[in-house]
């Protein structure tokens, strides 16, 4: 399985991001794709997690009301659509997957097998 993180940038406060994780070689028909960030010295943190299965979503209270996480099953590719960014939500951005749902452990990074290259988002004050 490979997973492919774009859509990083600069973006001042308040604006918008919308990054993408395109995903090839699964074996398995369902999956759940998680989407984490991390800040330098710190632990990896669940942001969004969705279910190929059956589109089940689940946020962060930090980022819940402000981004949006959606699926394209055709292209294989999902998709987190930032708004109201804030300097905090500063970090670089991994997509991951494990098979099956999301299930209640959605954000336990340990949980997921495979792992994107990250892409940073920069939000300025």
């Known amino acids: 399985v490979q997973l492919q993180a774009s859509g990083g940038g600069l973006v001042q406060s308040e604006g918008s991001l919308r990054l993408s994780c395109a995903a090839s070689?699964?074996?398995?028909?369902?999956?759940?794709i998680g989407w984490f960030r991390q800040t330098p010295g710190k632990e990896r943190k669940g942001v969004s997690c969705?279910?190929?299965?059956?589109?089940?979503?689940y946020y962060a209270d930090s980022v819940k009301g402000r981004f949006t996480i959606s699926r394209d099953n055709a292209k294989n590719t999902v998709y987190l659509q930032m708004n109201s960014l804030k300097p905090e939500d500063t970090a670089i951005y991994y997509c991951?997957?494990?098979?099956?749902?999301?299930?209640?452990?959605?954000?336990?990074?340990?949980?997921?097998?495979?792992w994107g290259q990250g892409t940073l988002v920069t939000v300025s004050s």
């Open positions: 969705i279910s190929s299965r059956d589109g089940s979503t």
């Open positions: 991951a997957t494990d098979p099956g749902l999301c299930g209640s452990t959605w954000y336990v990074w340990r949980k997921y097998n495979y």
């Open positions: 070689g699964f074996t398995s028909g369902y999956y759940a």
